[in-house]
């Protein structure tokens, strides 16, 4: 991998395109680590991606009551799509929107 890295790195060097002489300088004292990449592709996608979502609940969270309903809300926002939908069917199953019948929207009309 490292070989066909410098291969390309070189030809790149060598092409006599400035933009494409630029990249590959640039890239050249990263080489280790690209190819690191290359063999093992380990990201902290995953975890940039939940401390977002902390932080826009953080963002949101004036006027909550206490902590420990923020420290929930941050729980809820982790939990699988099927778990929450039965977490929501638990909290409105008697709520009485859902006692009303549905309304008819063709006499609406």
């Known amino acids: 991998m490292k070989e066909e890295w410098e291969k390309w790195r070189l030809m790149c060097e060598q092409s006599g395109i400035v933009e494409l002489v630029k990249f590959a300088s640039k890239k050249r004292k990263y080489t280790e680590k690209i190819i690191m990449h290359a063999k093992y592709p380990v990201t902290s996608g995953v975890i940039e991606g939940c401390m977002n979502t902390i ?11 206490d902590f420990e309903y923020f420290f929930l809300r941050i729980k809820y926002a982790f939990l699988p799509y099927k778990v929450k939908q039965e977490v929501k069917d638990k909290l409105f199953r008697n709520c009485s929107e859902y006692l009303l019948p549905p309304i008819d929207h063709q006499k609406c009309g």
């Open 55 to 65: 932080k826009v609940i953080k963002r949101s969270a004036w006027g909550f009551r």
